[in-house]
């Protein structure tokens, strides 16, 4: 079969790298796919956004599944269009896909069916927001409604700050339509950690563990990312709250979305706030993670096209993956001056050494080709992946293959994974 991954980041490059290996499968393409992702599939320029592009090219190639990687194809309603023309694809449709798309949309949701979160308020009054935040005092956070990529989530520990969030996404609208309206949510205290489920709308299929690192610098210090690194297992996460996550948060919310009349298929993101061994849903995603997905794909031993074809079918019947004994974490490299604006263009050295080291596997992200070389393109560059016995020797593993790979400005955490050795 031929299958199409829709995207050109670190995801969708540990998406092509796993669809790649299966029996089923006898060519992937990928767009716009990247230089790393060309090494294993053949790349076509179309843009992930470009709905009537990418099902042109499917249909023109005969692509027999189609996976959607990035949001914003999503919450555009390219599942739909996929759909309408008859053709088998793997995500939400763009009414499922609100469930990212929109935070007061999640938040409503979670309200309704009673699932655990933060307190909040909703507001398209600047004022209305700013009296809010006084009422409630600080710590407290502030997001932008829409889609952000990520960096549109400001945890603030003064009520000046959140003030000046709130100035920031609805005066001078820094995240663009994505802040005509604000989320503003008590603040949660705990461990965060990454929960991941396939589902067909009815039924679940729930994935290992996994914990991302969303600040610049080390000890979670600095402004939020689109993600720094993660490890999959995630010591937090025990085999008990597993069983609570899927009853109080994973399963009410697939009941919930069928219920209000748009059934979710795909894979759902739930990000938790794990404190005194309960969760509460820090935001939802309408997709796999990045970097999540990463070290989750490294670990996986099942052949995950079948889950994928079986939850676009409605047909999903497995109840349990296989998954490797070793642990696996992902240091994602950065250009300079992300996740503000980036100095784009330089060599990057050292892949193919990185790339000779065993267990280890460097996914990239923002790179391109340019005169016969790799360069930084994008804010998240590579994601150098390491598998270990565990999660120690993976870090080493992880950061060996970090020291052989160079460019200028290149900046990255030096403490992945350090919260599963304190455990």
């Not at 796993?18 to 076509?44: D, H, R, T, W």
């Given at each position: 079969?031929?299958?199409l991954?829709?995207g050109?980041?670190?995801?969708?490059?540990?998406?092509?790298?796993?669809?790649?290996?299966?029996?089923?499968?006898?060519?992937v393409?990928?767009?716009?796919?990247?230089?790393?992702?060309?090494?294993?599939?053949?790349?076509?320029?179309?843009?992930?956004?470009?709905?009537?592009?990418l099902?042109?090219?499917?249909q023109?190639?005969g692509?027999?599944?189609?996976v959607?990687?990035?949001?914003?194809?999503?919450?555009?309603?390219?599942?739909?269009?996929f759909?309408?023309?008859?053709?088998?694809?793997?995500?939400?449709?763009?009414?499922?896909?609100?469930?990212?798309?929109?935070?007061?949309?999640?938040?409503?949701?979670?309200?309704?069916?009673?699932?655990p979160?933060?307190?909040y308020g909703?507001?398209?009054?600047?004022?209305?927001?700013?009296?809010?935040i006084?009422?409630q005092?600080?710590p407290?956070?502030?997001?932008?409604?829409?889609?952000?990529a990520?960096?549109?989530v400001?945890?603030?520990?003064?009520?000046?700050?959140?003030?000046?969030?709130?100035?920031e996404?609805?005066?001078?609208s820094?995240?663009?339509?994505?802040?005509?309206?604000?989320?503003?949510?008590?603040?949660?205290?705990?461990?965060?950690?990454?929960?991941?489920?396939?589902?067909?709308?009815r039924?679940i299929?729930?994935?290992?563990?996994?914990?991302?690192?969303?600040?610049?610098f080390?000890?979670?210090?600095?402004?939020n990312?689109?993600?720094?690194?993660a490890y999959?297992?995630?010591?937090?996460?025990?085999?008990?709250?597993?069983?609570?996550?899927?009853?109080?948060v994973?399963?009410p919310?697939?009941?919930?979305?069928?219920?209000?009349?748009?059934?979710?298929?795909?894979?759902?993101?739930?990000?938790?706030?794990?404190?005194?061994?309960?969760?509460?849903?820090v935001e939802?995603?309408?997709?796999?993670?990045?970097?999540?997905?990463?070290?989750?794909?490294?670990?996986?031993?099942?052949?995950?096209?079948?889950?994928?074809?079986?939850?676009?079918?409605?047909?999903?019947t497995?109840?349990?993956?296989?998954?490797?004994?070793?642990?696996?974490?992902?240091v994602?490299?950065?250009?300079?001056?992300?996740?503000?604006?980036?100095?784009?263009?330089?060599?990057?050295?050292?892949l193919?050494?990185?790339a000779?080291?065993?267990?280890?596997?460097?996914?990239?992200?923002?790179?391109?080709?340019?005169?016969?070389?790799?360069?930084?393109?994008?804010?998240?560059?590579?994601?150098?992946t390491?598998?270990?016995?565990?999660?120690?020797?993976?870090?080493?593993?992880?950061?060996?293959?970090?020291?052989?790979?160079?460019?200028?400005?290149?900046?990255?955490?030096?403490?992945?994974?350090?919260?599963?050795?304190?455990?």
């Amino acid at each position: 079969m031929k299958v199409l991954v829709i995207g050109g980041g670190g995801r969708e490059h540990a998406l092509v790298w796993k669809i790649a290996q299966s029996p089923l499968v006898e060519k992937v393409y990928c767009a716009p796919g990247n230089p790393g992702i060309a090494e294993l599939a053949e790349c076509v320029g179309v843009a992930a956004d470009d709905i009537d592009g990418l099902l042109a090219l499917a249909q023109r190639e005969g692509v027999d599944l189609t996976v959607v990687g990035p949001e914003v194809p999503l919450t555009l309603g390219v599942v739909d269009r996929f759909q309408e023309a008859g053709l088998e694809i793997f995500g939400p449709n763009a009414k499922a896909a609100q469930l990212e798309g929109s935070k007061s949309f999640s938040k409503d949701l979670m309200a309704r069916y009673n699932i655990p979160t933060a307190a909040y308020g909703t507001f398209t009054d600047h004022a209305e927001a700013v009296a809010y935040i006084q009422d409630q005092g600080a710590p407290i956070v502030v997001k932008a409604n829409g889609l952000a990529a990520g960096k549109g989530v400001v945890v603030a520990m003064t009520e000046e700050q959140a003030i000046q969030a709130v100035d920031e996404i609805m005066v001078d609208s820094v995240f663009g339509a994505a802040g005509s309206s604000v989320v503003i949510e008590e603040f949660m205290e705990g461990e965060e950690a990454s929960f991941f489920a396939f589902t067909d709308g009815r039924n679940i299929l729930p994935l290992a563990s996994s914990q991302d690192h969303k600040r610049i610098f080390d000890n979670d210090e600095g402004p939020n990312t689109g993600g720094m690194g993660a490890y999959s297992p995630a010591p937090v996460v025990t085999e008990a709250l597993t069983e609570e996550i899927v009853e109080t948060v994973v399963r009410p919310t697939i009941a919930g979305m069928a219920q209000d009349g748009c059934p979710y298929v795909g894979i759902l993101y739930v990000g938790l706030m794990i404190k005194d061994g309960k969760p509460r849903v820090v935001e939802y995603n309408a997709r796999f993670g990045d970097p999540e997905a990463q070290p989750l794909l490294a670990r996986m031993k099942s052949d995950v096209v079948p889950v994928l074809q079986a939850c676009a079918r409605g047909e999903l019947t497995q109840t349990s993956l296989e998954w490797h004994d070793k642990a696996a974490v992902c240091v994602v490299m950065a250009s300079g001056g992300y996740p503000a604006s980036v100095d784009k263009g330089h060599e990057i050295r050292g892949l193919a050494e990185a790339a000779a080291i065993d267990d280890l596997i460097v996914f990239h992200a923002g790179t391109a080709e340019k005169d016969g070389m790799i360069v930084n393109s994008g804010g998240r560059v590579l994601g150098v992946t390491g598998l270990g016995d565990t999660v120690a020797s993976a870090i080493d593993k992880a950061y060996a293959g970090v020291e052989k790979i160079c460019w200028e400005g290149v900046q990255f955490r030096k403490d992945i994974g350090r919260k599963a050795l304190n455990r």
